[in-house]
């Protein structure tokens, strides 16, 4: 019997691989409590044995439960630094052939932008990008990559132009040279090892949802992961306030230099 919210997150946990304890209680519970009122369910008992027998139910959770709010481009100006500044710094460091990680990448609007992006820089064919989230269902929708206009509002035209066709009214899909500088995996932040050797690593507006234990522990792992003077990228409201407690200094707002000598 699964008396309490508790009791719950151990189930899910046992279900999942998903800890809901590292997301903030009162807005993840909220958002369950809400989905199960919306299926009808009594309780949490009720939900989880549900949630055990039926795949859609099942499928609906986790992708209710991993924030999918993603749009290219988010954050144009962000966009211009990484263009004119953080880019050609990386190239500068590491020449052109740079490994690049999308964390927590959603339905793809991120790495999809960055390759779009790289290929100002590069011929598409020599674009290599890992793009990672915990979610199946959204990695689905990546891998097939057709977007409503809305999440290509801020994306420049020349991008939409060149890169997406249209497809019935007021869709567009991504042409397959661009999915096919993307690999898509599934990857738990919390759970899973990390990719070595990055000298970029993008994962924006995700770890505002983790508590700060929990976003401790990805910015020393993020750390680990980049090579020395390796950059990361974090979203408009995830600013690292103490950033060389994790070994990171400030290059630019929202940009993070690995700096292996800060104590």
């Known amino acids: 019997m699964i008396a309490n919210y508790e009791s719950f997150k151990k189930e899910i946990f046992a279900l999942t691989n998903i800890d809901l304890n ?15 009122k919306k299926n009808n369910y009594d309780d949490y008992n009720s939900y989880v044995k549900a949630l055990k027998s039926n795949k859609d139910l099942f499928n609906e959770f986790v992708n209710y439960l991993t924030i999918n709010v993603s749009e290219f481009y ?24 740079i490994k690049i990680w999308s964390a927590a990448c959603s339905t793809g609007d991120e790495p999809y932008s960055l390759a ?17 989230d915990i979610d199946k269902q959204v990695l689905s929708k990546a891998q097939l990559g057709l977007y409503n206009e809305k999440s290509l509002a801020a994306l420049p035209k020349e991008f939409k132009d060149k890169y997406f066709r249209e497809v019935g009214q007021s869709s567009y899909q991504i042409i397959e040279d661009i999915k096919k500088s993307i690999e898509f995996k599934q990857h738990n932040l919390l759970k899973d090892s990390y990719p070595t050797n990055c000298d970029l690593i993008v994962c924006r507006n995700v770890l ?16 680990q992961s980049l090579k020395k003077e390796g950059i990361l990228f974090v979203g408009s409201t995830e600013q690292i306030i103490q950033p060389q407690l994790y070994k990171f200094s400030a290059t630019r707002s929202f940009f993070y230099k690995k700096e292996n000598n800060i104590l």
Do not use: C
């Open 22 to 36: 590292a997301y903030k209680e009162r807005q993840m519970k909220r958002r369950i409590d809400s989905l199960i």
């Open 116 to 132: 779009m992006l790289l290929a100002k820089f590069m011929p598409l064919s020599q674009v290599k990008i890992i793009a990672t």
């Open 208 to 223: 505002i949802y983790f508590t700060e234990d929990a976003k401790s522990e990805i910015y020393k792992k993020f750390n």
């Open 74 to 97: 988010r954050n144009p100006e962000q966009w211009r630094i990484l263009e004119e500044e953080i880019f050609p710094l990386l190239f500068k460091t590491f020449g052109k052939n």
